[in-house]
Structure formats: C-alpha cells, structure tokens
C-alpha cells in the first residue's frame, strides 16, 4: 500500500517558495512593470488568507474574482483553495445579466475586483444576494463607502498561515463558468485533485513540457478556465510567471515578450493575429527566448501557423481542451519519427489539434453511436472521460444532455487520422447543413483566412429556403486592401467543391468577438439570418 496523501492545491503551492523563492513574478500594472518573488508571493497570499478568514471566509465558501492578470489574482488563485475555500474567477467580458446569475448561483461570499473594472460591478451590485464584502484590487488605496481595499487588508497580517492539512483532494478547489449557446453560462467545479492531475499532465515533457527553466507568460485570462491551468503548473515547477495585466495591445505583449525573455506564451488565435500584424510591420522584432507560441481556444487558421514559422522560425503548438476539462485535453507536438517528414506534410499535422494527453480517455463517435475509425476523414463527436473532466453541471439539469453513461460530449465534431491526431471539423451547433451534406465552417475559415489580404474570416450558416442553410463568409479586409467577393469565391472554389463555397460573402470592419476573444457567430447568424429568405 502507499500512503493516503491528498492531491491538493497546497502541495501546487509550497514547493516554489521552498525551492525557487527568488523566481520572479513580473505583472505589467497601470501604474508600471511590477515584481515579486515566489517568497513575496507566498507571504502575501498568506496575508490574504488571513485577510480572507478575519471577513469569515471559511471551508468550502466561494471567494469569487473579477480581475486582469495579475500578483493580486495570482495570490487569490492560491489563497482560496489552500485554505479550503472555493475560487471563482468570473469573466469580465460577461453581460451584466450573466455576471449577476453566475454570483448568486456560485453563492459568493466575497468578491475580489480590479479598480478599474468596478463600473462593470458598481451598477449591479444591490442584485448580489450573498456577495457580504466587496474589495477592491487597487494601488491608489482609495477609500471607498461601502468597499473595502485590499492592500490595507493585508497589512500587518502574518506572512505565514497554518494551510489546514485535513482538506481531501475531492473538495472543490474552483468554479467557473462556461458561456452556453442559449440561457445561462454553465458552472464547472474544480477538485483540488483535478487541478493538480491536470497540472502533471500540462507540466510533461511532451504535453506543453513546462520546466523552472521557462518564463511563462499566460495571455488567456486568468477568469477564463484558471488560463489554462499555466499558474498553477508555472507555479508547481517554480517558473518565472509574467502577467500581461489589464487591456494589453498586441505591442503590450511583444514588449514584455523582448523584455522579460518570455519561453512560453499561450493565447487564442485572435490574439496572436493580432501581435503578427504588429510584426509584420517592424522586422526588427525578435524573440530569441521564445521555445513555444500556445494557441487554442479555437482552431489555429493554417496561414497564422505559417506566418508565425516565417517571421520568428517557430510553429505555432496548437492546443485543444474546454472549460469542462480544466482545461486542455489535447496537444499537438510532432512525433519523433515525423521529424523526417517534408515541411509541408508536418504542417498539416500542425494544423490537427493534437493526440490526447496521457491520463485521458477519448471516443469518437458517428451519429449512430459507433466510434469513428481512423481514417482522418470519417467525423464524429469527441466524448472524454479522465481523472480532470468534469462529470456534471453545478446545479444545472443541462448536464444531463452533456454527461451522458460516464462520458463528456464536448458538442466538437473531429476526425481522427491513423497516427491519433484528431481535426475538429467543427461545433455540433456550427457545422453547416446544406442540402443533406456538412459543410465545415472551420475548414472554410481557415481557407479563407490563407487568402492574402484576408485578415480574419469566420463562416456562418444562413438559413436557406431551397437548401436548408448556406454558408456565408464575414470577412474583414487588411488594411488598405481591396478583395471583392467574387475573388473570394473564386479563390475558395480552387480549394473546395462548389457546394462548398459560400452563396456570400460580407466584408466587416472587425469580427465580433465573444466573452472569451472568440469569433462570435451568435452575432454573426443573427445578421445573415434574412439573406436568403428575404429574397426567395
Ligand atoms: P471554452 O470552454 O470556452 O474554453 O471553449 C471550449 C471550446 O472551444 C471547445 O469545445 C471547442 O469547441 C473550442 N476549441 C478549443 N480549442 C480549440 C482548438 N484548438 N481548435 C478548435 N476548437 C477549439
């Protein structure tokens, strides 16, 4: 037998201030670039769970955040689960509506807010039914009626703080929610086992192989699935962390990148599209320390893979997961016998989201429930199961639809092809229906955005009265070029059967993005819904 020892939060969380106390952790503030220690790191949070228990946080209650990545967010995300309480990071970009259900669903005790995020929590606050405290996350220290600040709330508190040591490993650790297509986000729980699980299987070598060597720097948010989970592995491993912190441009990033000798960095595609157009721009840009661009979220388009191959010599590492697997599930690093490969056959493989992360389960199923063979062509939906998916919905009858015998549908349409790579084809709810056959919007996008002059492209159906539905092209143009839609078609038909290429195409001035920096096609659908059926 082995010892009962519980995978906890805690364990995540000590070893760095043991074993890398100088590490630095450098957070970009409104007021400059700031720096702490590991050994700084571990004081304050200690401060705050002192903070936290002297305003009555206890075991098991919710300690909910709305904030930028940052130090202070950085000592909630280990304050509250080592002391046995929950971590809910909220999502700034949430509608005011959703931000006031997902607190009173959670049962938030406290809320800890950004200062310059309060106009977003000041005119909803009187609708919070269990929020007792606000504090606010602030390097001006002003006082205000009402609200308590964090800085004096630390103050003077002990830097040391006995971790209670009784917490299981399947204790809540944290909580988030995930934007559902219609109603109310959907709430995840986290199990102190979960995170740490999926922390060892982000740290290996052949997964994102996160080392104390690296300097991380999580552009996801930390409101969005704990940012991938990159705190608590960069924090396991004693890695040198950088926090863009609140509103960072494209030329934010590239700065702290250069300056700070960033390893790793993570982020959704439209992100790193955006920092590729800042370095198009000025080819004097390098980043000599940079081993590893991560990117998921949504597919990584073919041409931002190559792009980011071109300018700075490295692939992009495409990454797959979702909130209900706190959350990456798939990576996608070469294997060693593909390295003899042309350039050209392992860029396809780089386009794949990845094979699955060791300590995971998959199956692909068709619409008749048999799974998939791999054949990288035949599609089905992903289900998973693992020691870090979540099995239910907190307090939500849709689980029942999502976590069916054991398993989790993720609602993503993939193929699979003979070496275990999956392609997502698409979303259950944004494949394309046309006349009886799928159409892949990702596919498409993707096409359209290798279309030079194309900046961002994302492909939408519109409902159709002869063919059910058809795709239309929403496409927003690089600066100072003129494509028309025609050339857009005819450069699609070279790629596609005919019944692929969209019946439209719209140009935008941007792609509307949701919650999370995705495309979002809920606006998009809504504004081609009349294009076909007003006009039959
Ligand atoms: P979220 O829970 O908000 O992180 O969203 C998860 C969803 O984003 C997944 O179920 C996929 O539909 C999509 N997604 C995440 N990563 C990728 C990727 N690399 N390629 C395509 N879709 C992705």
């Known amino acids: 037998m082995t010892m009962r020892y519980p995978l906890t939060v805690r364990a995540l969380f000590e070893r760095a201030r043991l074993y890398f106390p100088d590490r630095e952790i450098v957070s970009r503030m409104s007021t400059g670039i700031v720096r702490h220690t590991y ?29 930028w990545n940052h130090y202070r967010h950085l000592e909630a995300y280990f304050a509250a689960p080592c002391m046995g309480a929950v971590l809910h990071t909220i999502n700034i970009r949430l509608p005011a509506e959703h931000i006031i259900y997902i607190a009173n669903h959670a049962k938030d005790k406290v809320l800890l807010v950004d200062e310059d995020l309060l106009p977003a929590i000041l005119p909803i606050a009187d609708q919070f039914k269990t929020i007792e405290r606000i504090i606010v996350m602030s390097d001006s220290r002003t006082e205000r009626p009402g609200l308590l600040d964090y ?20 204790e809540t650790a944290g909580i988030c929610f995930t934007s559902a297509t219609t109603g109310n986000p959907k709430g995840v729980t986290y199990t102190h086992r979960a995170i740490y699980l999926h922390t060892m299987g982000a740290c290996m070598a052949d997964t994102v192989g996160i080392s104390e060597r690296d300097t991380i720097m999580p552009i996801v948010p930390m409101f969005h699935v704990n940012a991938w989970g990159l705190p608590f592995a960069a924090t396991f491993m004693g890695a040198k962390q950088v926090l863009p912190g609140p509103r960072p441009t494209p ?12 390893t790793c960095a993570a982020g959704v595609p439209t992100v790193w599209m955006g920092v590729m157009m800042v370095l198009e721009k000025d080819p004097t840009i390098q980043f000599p320390a940079l081993r590893k661009i991560a990117c998921g979220g949504a597919a990584v388009p073919e041409a931002l893979s190559l792009a980011y191959q071109k300018r700075i010599g490295l692939p992009i590492f495409h990454a797959y997961g979702m909130t209900e697997a706190a959350p990456v599930t798939h990576v996608c690093a070469l294997k060693a016998e593909m390295d003899a490969w042309a350039p050209a056959e392992q860029q396809k493989v780089r386009n794949k989201q990845g094979i699955l992360v060791p300590g995971l389960e998959m199956k692909i199923l068709d619409k008749d429930g048999h799974e998939v063979p791999w054949d990288g062509k035949t599609f089905g939906e992903i289900c998973l199961r693992g020691p870090w998916i979540a099995d239910d919905y907190f307090g939500d009858p849709r689980a029942q639809e999502t976590f069916v015998g054991g398993w989790y549908r993720t609602g993503d349409i993939a193929n699979i092809d003979a070496n275990g790579y999956i392609q997502i084809v698409d979303r259950t709810k944004d494949v394309i229906k046309s006349g009886g056959e799928w159409i892949s919007s990702v596919e498409l996008e993707n096409a359209t955005m290798g279309i030079p002059g194309v900046a961002e492209a994302a492909v939408v159906a519109a409902p159709h009265p002869v063919w059910d539905e058809r ?20 450069a699609l038909r070279e790629k596609f059967p005919a019944y692929w290429v969209p019946d439209a195409v719209q140009f935008l001035a941007e792609i509307p993005k949701g919650a999370t920096g995705k495309f979002d096609k809920k606006i998009l659908r809504a504004g081609v819904k009349d294009l076909f059926t007003a006009k039959a």
Not at 151 to 170: F, Q, R, V
Not at 481 to 487: F, K, R, S
């Open 251 to 262: 030329a934010d990033l590239i700065q702290l990148m250069v300056d700070e000798k960033v």
């Open 151 to 170: 800085e004096s709330l630390l103050e003077g508190k002990p830097t040391t703080y006995a971790w209670p040591e009784e917490i299981d490993e399947w």
């Open 471 to 490: 795709p239309v092209a929403c496409v927003v143009l690089k600066p100072g070029v003129t494509l028309t839609a025609e050339q857009i078609q005819a």
């Open 39 to 67: 050994a700084q790191l571990s004081a304050r949070t200690a401060q705050l769970a002192h903070a936290l228990a002297a305003l009555g946080v206890k075991r098991g209650d919710r300690v909910a955040t709305f904030a």
